[in-house]
């Protein structure tokens, strides 16, 4: 069974960086895209990119450009990111999530981790 | 404002079915796959419907997904108390910003 486990939850200035950790166990690391979902407090889904650990391509989301980095290591399963210039608006829980492609067939966030909440707090 | 478009919330009685809409346009749902997510109180959302009409292994019949142009609907038969959660529609954007997008969100509630 495969199953992600995230990094636990974060307070942190305005203005820091907060790196997030999720570890993929049960399956091979390298046969999926890990995405990153942002939801803020009493607020829908929001993509925020993906790695594909295999060749380490990212995508961001536009909204997200410059502020995040997605990262992956293959030697512990592991994948990461980094939200940088945090505001108080960055309070939220961040969800990673697994899929089999970018697009098409498959391309569903199909597992889930368990989410880290992360509270920007002055 | 999301670019996928859902009702906020719905409600139906016990046993009873209810559908939930997800609107888009041909640069995401009309020529994409859509996958449905259920979120309950407190919880990460989890898959009910990838390739717009599958079900996960463990997913009951009593959902189900179509998709018609560049709209999809979760439908939910038999309703119960515990399907009361919030239900996320997803798909792929190929506009100018390209990335995954997500509905709004429906709030369903089971009377």
């Known amino acids: 069974e495969v199953q992600l486990v995230q990094s636990g939850a974060e307070v942190k200035k305005p203005g820091t960086t907060v790196k997030i950790s999720c570890k993929v166990s049960g399956s091979t690391f390298t046969d999926y895209y890990m995405h990153w979902v942002q939801q803020a407090p009493g607020k829908g889904l929001e993509w925020m990119g993906l790695?594909?650990?295999?060749?380490?391509?990212?995508i961001y989301a536009e909204k997200f450009q410059g502020r995040v980095t997605i990262t992956a290591d293959t030697s512990t399963d592991t994948a990461y990111m980094e939200l940088s210039s945090l505001r108080s608006e960055d309070t939220a829980f961040y969800y990673c999530?697994?899929?089999?492609?970018?697009?098409?067939?498959?391309?569903?966030?199909?597992?889930w981790g368990q989410g880290t909440t992360v509270t920007v707090f002055s | 404002q999301s670019v996928l478009t859902q009702p906020p919330s719905v409600s139906a009685a016990p046993g009873q079915k209810v559908t939930i809409s997800c609107s888009g346009s041909s640069s995401n749902i009309g020529n994409n796959y859509v996958s449905w997510y259920q979120q309950l109180p407190g919880t990460a959302p989890k898959l009910l419907i990838y390739?717009?009409?599958k079900r996960p292994s463990g997913i009951p019949d009593r959902f189900s997904g179509s998709k018609s142009g560049t709209s999809a609907t979760l439908g939910i038969t038999g309703l119960q108390t515990g399907d009361e959660a919030d239900y996320y529609c997803?798909?792929?954007?190929?506009?100018?910003?390209?990335?995954?997008?997500f509905g709004g969100g429906t709030k369903l509630t089971v009377l």
């Open positions: 790695v594909h650990p295999e060749d380490t391509e990212t």
């Open positions: 390739d717009n009409n």
């Open positions: 997803g798909t792929w954007d190929a506009s100018l910003s390209s990335g995954r997008v």
């Open positions: 999530a697994t899929s089999r492609s970018i697009v098409g067939a498959t391309d569903a966030f199909d597992i």
